[in-house]
């Protein structure tokens, strides 16, 4: 294979980690973003002050294509030295992208949950942001532990 191919094989791991990171983070978003609107759309019919704090649950999964996005760069950056090891970048962008994207699909679902309760209760804003912030640590575990086994691969 050249080396051509192989650079090209690394970067698309890159790819990989970005893509899959904004698959789930289209999906989570969407998700609660459904929710928000739902719980807008009963205080306006109750006559209430729809509560603005819903869009901040709604744009939570976000934050998982920054992710995907870093460990892109970061991946792109081995393309000109390490692209003989381009099956592990490869693996890494797949791996990784895949287990950012879910943990924003249930992120999103969390927040569709914290939209309900919040636009109902207009109580509980920082509860729950806490534990929509659980789902999103296991993003910043795959980022971390990713960009440490990036780092060593020469």
Do not use: H
């Not at 934050?63 to 892109?72: E, F």
């Not at 679902?109 to 789902?135: H, P, R, W, Y």
Request: proline share 3%; charged share 10%.
């Amino acid at each position: 294979m050249d080396v051509t191919t192989m650079q090209a094989l690394t970067k698309a791991g890159g790819y990989c980690a970005m893509a899959l990171g904004a698959f789930g983070s289209g999906l989570g978003a969407g998700i609660a973003a459904s929710a928000a609107i739902g719980a807008w759309k009963k205080c306006y019919a109750q006559e209430r002050p729809a509560p603005f704090q819903l869009a901040v649950f709604a744009g939570a999964p976000l934050t998982q294509t920054i992710y995907g996005m870093i460990m892109m760069f970061i991946i792109n950056g081995k393309a000109e030295s390490a692209y003989a090891n381009w099956p592990l970048f490869l693996i890494i962008g797949l791996v990784g992208g895949t287990a950012m994207g879910v943990s924003a699909w249930l992120q999103g679902q969390a927040a569709a949950g914290a939209c309900d309760a919040f636009g109902e209760t207009s109580k509980g804003f920082t509860n729950n942001l806490m534990a929509i912030g659980i789902v999103e640590t296991v993003a910043i575990f795959v980022l971390a532990f990713s960009l440490v086994l990036i780092t060593q691969i020469a």
